[in-house]
Nanobody, 116 residues
Framework: QVQLVESGGGLVQAGGSLRLSCVTSGSITWVRLMGWHRQAPGKQRELVAQ???????TYADSVKGRFTISRDDAKNTVYLQMNSLKPEDTAVYYC??????????WGQGTQVTVSS
């Protein structure tokens, strides 16, 4: 069983930046897809960014040009750099990893709050 632990959330003013981290208990070498999702109060969970080996990252239109997903295999960590944050980015952010074996894992989430 792989465990994911997110961190880096918090309260930030509009225009500010945060970097979220997702540390896994297992190697991410055999990950087929890794992504960041978010869920705002009263809304469905939505995909924010995802990355697959050998392909360019993809982003939700609402975060393009502001968010960057990256990975550090040596640290078994996936990052989400968030710049120019807006109040509408306020949500709980979740890390998701899908392995080549089919294993599908989620973190517990980290709260991001952007004040206007």
């Amino acid at each position: 069983q792989v465990q994911l632990v997110e961190s880096g959330g918090g309260l930030v003013q509009a225009g500010g930046s945060l970097r979220l981290s997702c540390v896994t208990s297992g190697s991410i070498t055999w990950v087929r897809l890794m992504g960041w999702h978010r869920q705002a109060p009263g809304k469905q969970r939505e995909l924010v960014a995802q990355i697959t080996p050998g392909s360019a990252p993809t982003y939700a239109d609402s975060v393009k040009g502001r968010f960057t997903i990256s990975r550090d295999d040596a640290k078994n960590t996936v990052y989400l750099q968030m710049n120019s944050l807006k109040p509408e980015d306020t949500a709980v952010y979740y890390c998701n990893l899908i392995y080549l074996s089919g294993g599908n894992y989620w973190g517990q989430g980290t709260q991001v709050t952007v004040s206007s």
